[in-house]
């Protein structure tokens, strides 16, 4: 299991006539993903979701904060201490384009981590090539087609899952998914969604899935938890499908909002949201920070900051003054 409690992220941004600017990309994010479960982070694009899963994977450092996996703390250890923690978390990345080295047969790609996994628990050399053929045909490719063969003689669905199995060769607990079906074609998306809840099943790996779609973030966490990120800061938190159904802070509301509806067989929410202004990142926020795109802002609103808690009888916790249920999603013409 892996948890984080208070994790912030500042970066500096150079270029401004008063000199470097403070960017915050998370502000206190508290996370916890069970073995063999799902935890979705959704949110608009840049509002730190990425920055998040690069720093669980422990390629990104973070400001304060903590991480724990399996009980131990990040934060009490120098880099060399960390290493065999984070390898225990895998990220699969968004483009299976750029993620392999076309200069690499498939087989040298998973020959090195495999190496090395093998030095680590005293197998031999043969035990390489057998768990390189074993994991392909675990993730739905045939082995003898695929090992000999360099990326860009794979389509975009093969070598996305030849991503997934170059992330299994670690035998990780969790794998870190950014957006990971986003550069996929339509066609191929539900196979990779679906490659990945079955992996939660028979290899008990827990899963983080990072997205802009509610679509996609419900099929693979439809048993767990959804996390709404708002310019670094979790806004909601609850069980997915409750989330979705009755949403009760404004962002998340105006996100669930935006999707598309099948007309003629849909028609849109009964109190959809959509915010008065578009996002500016750029502007100092004294109270909520979604206060000034948010239609039903107030002036405490304006001036103090809510925190993730639990009001009322709602299931899930959110960051809002004002937290109102709203049916926003599309429902069946005939409902």
Request: some cysteine; hydrophobic content about 35%.
């Amino acid at each position: 299991m892996i948890t984080g409690t208070g994790v912030t992220k500042t970066y500096r941004q150079r270029g401004s006539i008063l000199g470097a600017r403070q960017v915050p990309a998370l502000r206190g994010v508290d996370f916890a993903v069970p073995r063999g479960g799902a935890v979705s982070f959704i949110g608009e694009s840049g509002c730190g979701k990425t920055t998040l899963g690069r720093i669980i994977a422990g390629l990104e450092t973070y400001d304060d904060g903590d991480i724990v996996i399996d009980g131990t703390s990040m934060s009490g250890l120098g880099h060399r201490a960390r290493q065999p923690f984070f390898r225990r978390v895998q990220l699969i990345h968004q483009d299976p384009y750029s993620a392999l080295n076309p200069t690499r047969t498939i087989h040298q790609t998973l020959s090195a981590p495999l190496a090395l996994r093998a030095r680590q628990t005293g197998r031999s050399r043969s035990w390489t090539d057998e768990r390189a053929e074993e994991l392909l045909s675990l993730v739905g490719i045939d082995p003898g087609y695929v090992l000999p063969r360099y990326p860009h003689q794979l389509s975009g669905g093969m070598r996305q899952r030849v991503v997934i199995a170059r992330a299994l060769t670690m035998d990780p607990d969790v794998l870190v998914a950014d957006e990971a079906v986003s550069m996929i074609d339509v066609s191929l998306r539900l196979g990779i969604l679906s490659l990945l809840k079955d992996l939660r099943v028979r290899l008990g790996v827990g899963v983080l899935f990072i997205t802009h779609d509610i679509a996609t973030a419900r099929y693979i966490g439809d048993d767990s938890e959804l996390y709404v990120i708002y310019r670094g800061q979790v806004v909601e938190r609850g069980p997915t499908e409750t989330i979705i159904a009755e949403p009760v802070h404004p962002y998340t509301q105006s996100l669930l909002s935006a999707i598309p509806v099948l007309h003629g067989l849909e028609r849109p929410g009964e109190e959809q949201v959509v915010p008065t202004e578009a996002l500016d990142e750029g502007r100092a926020d004294e109270g909520c920070l979604f206060a000034r795109r948010c239609p039903f802002v107030t002036e405490r609103c304006e001036h103090e900051m809510p925190v993730l808690g639990r009001g009322g009888g709602e299931v899930q916790r959110h960051a809002c003054f004002h937290p109102q249920p709203r049916s926003v999603i599309p429902v069946g013409a005939g409902q």
